[in-house]
């Protein structure tokens, strides 16, 4: 098993740039999250999603948005990039929404805005 | 109220010393309380967790403080090693209307010198 991957892994963008960055979990897990980290902030949720279909806003979701097509994949699209939005993305995804379900992150995808 | 404070940001211990991180929060509706470890490149992991019923938890060298009147929990780190190196994050869980979050601390980056 893959477990969870991201793609791509570096992005150098122009402000004003759209990107999307995609996530693929082979767990079968019903939630999928995006995070940012950035230096001494700790990561903090963008957005969710509880199931196929679904998304929801996290603590920081503007200037994303996010799709839920597939169970399996969870789409994170930055329609006019901004400098702001240089960080490290991380995607993860949990079989339950409880506390004690693991959350199982992916290897992260490092992006700069020019 | 959501915060959950981490300390210190970075900290350095020679092998076989203990390590101690610090988080303390304030909304008591938190009902878990997950550690993730970091290694540079890579995605955070479940590295222990603990519910606030229980003061203490252990899994070989990682020991877990909890302290809930006071609203503050810690990692100790018996006998580190360099492999120990990375960052550690601590975390909280949060259940809200139909779903939950984990609110994340701020990062403290581990360097344990041979």
């Known amino acids: 098993n893959a477990g969870v991957t991201q793609t791509p892994k570096f992005r150098v963008l122009k402000t004003g740039q759209s990107m999307t960055l995609l996530c693929a979990q082979d767990m079968n897990h019903e939630y999928m999250y995006w995070y940012r980290q950035d230096p001494g902030m700790g990561l903090r949720l963008i957005h969710y999603?509880?199931?196929?279909?679904?998304?929801a806003k996290g603590e920081v979701p503007d200037g994303y948005n996010v799709s839920r097509l597939k169970k399996q994949n969870f789409l994170l699209g930055l329609e006019s990039a901004a400098p702001s939005q240089t960080s490290v993305y991380f995607c993860?995804?949990?079989?339950?929404?409880?506390?004690?379900?693991?959350?199982?992150f992916g290897p992260g995808t490092r992006l700069t805005v020019l | 109220q959501q915060q959950v404070k981490q300390s210190p940001q970075s900290l350095i211990v020679q092998k076989g010393g203990i390590s101690i991180i610090n988080c303390a929060y304030e909304n008591t509706a938190f009902d878990y309380f997950p550690w993730y470890q970091q290694f540079p490149g890579k995605g955070p992991a479940l590295l222990i967790a603990i519910r606030p019923d229980v003061s203490e938890k252990k899994e070989g060298r990682f020991t877990i403080s909890f302290n809930k009147s006071a609203k503050q929990f810690s990692l100790h780190i018996m006998d580190s090693q360099p492999g120990d190196s990375a960052t550690y994050f601590c975390a909280a869980y949060l259940y809200s209307g139909n779903t939950g979050k984990l609110i994340f601390g701020q990062g403290t980056t581990l360097q344990v010198k041979p």
């Open positions: 999603s509880v199931g196929e279909g679904t998304t």
């Open positions: 993860a995804s949990s079989y339950g929404g409880l506390g004690y379900n693991e959350q199982f």
